[in-house]
T-cell receptor, first 114, second 114 residues
Framework: DSGVTQTPKHLITATGQRVTLRCSPR?????VYWYQQSLDQGLQFLIQ???????AKGNILERFSAQQFPDLHSELNLSSLELGDSALYFC?????????????FGPGTRLTVT | AQSVAQPEDQVNVAEGNPLTVKCTYS??????LFWYVQYPNRGLQFLLK??????LVKGSYGFEAEFNKSQTSFHLKKPSALVSDSALYFC????????????FGAGTRLFVKA
């Protein structure tokens, strides 16, 4: 168990809908990262927050947004969902921001868009 | 552009034989280097990292990795493979400067045959 929790584990929704994925980092970790993993695209970095502030942005679509709250948990919002958004979404946390910090991954949320 | 390459989609090895999973990178400066493992239906788990110093880094589950600055490589190794090592392995690179982003390779599937 990495100490990172993600809810829900599974999510099935229809095209055009909006969903929110939630992540609680390990106790004491200030950084939260979001990744998308699909069969054909591998692990794609979406966005990183450090102590409530956005610090790095990857291949995150405009339909997607995220935030980190004062208690350090984070939410990833996906809107106007398309079939291609079906994937595993991982949250990870680390102790610091820029530096040799390894990331600890949650179990993921499997999103299926029908 | 900064990138990480894992040239083999799959590595097959017999149990008890040594294994190598290759990783090369194209990043300016001397980045931090990581290896992660992903078992089916699980999040990624941190295996080991290179920060500085000795080129041979030891990690979890008997794995080690060799850093080669001139070849910009960071190959994962294990002297004697186990069937339970069968999983998806990711190499990751974090530049020292220029932001907080970690760049992941596409992953290499390791299959250890009994």
């Amino acid at each position: 168990d990495s100490g990172v929790t993600q809810t829900p584990k599974h999510l099935i929704t229809a095209t055009g809908q909006r969903v929110t994925l939630r992540c609680s980092p390990r106790s004491g970790d200030l950084s939260v990262y979001w990744y998308q993993q699909s069969l054909d695209q591998g692990l794609q970095f979406l966005i990183q927050y450090y102590n409530g502030e956005e610090r790095a942005k990857g291949n995150i679509l405009e339909r997607f947004s995220a935030q980190q709250f004062p208690d350090l948990h984070s939410e990833l919002n996906l809107s106007s969902l398309e079939l291609g958004d079906s994937a595993l979404y991982f949250c990870a946390s680390s102790g610091g921001g820029q530096g040799p910090y390894e990331q600890y991954f949650g179990p993921g949320t499997r999103l299926t868009v029908t | 552009a900064q990138s990480v390459a894992q040239p083999e989609d799959q590595v097959n090895v017999a149990e008890g034989n040594p294994l190598t999973v290759k990783c090369t990178y194209s990043v300016s400066g001397n980045p931090y280097l990581f290896w992660y493992v992903q078992y089916p239906n699980r999040g990624l788990q941190f295996l080991l990292k290179y920060i500085t110093g000795d080129n041979l880094v030891k990690g979890s589950y008997g794995f080690e990795a060799e850093f080669n600055k001139s070849q910009t490589s960071f190959h994962l190794k294990k002297p004697s493979a186990l069937v339970s090592d069968s999983a998806l392995y990711f190499c990751a690179v974090r530049p020292h400067t220029g932001g907080f982003k970690t760049i992941f390779g596409a992953g290499t599937r390791l299959f250890v045959k009994a």
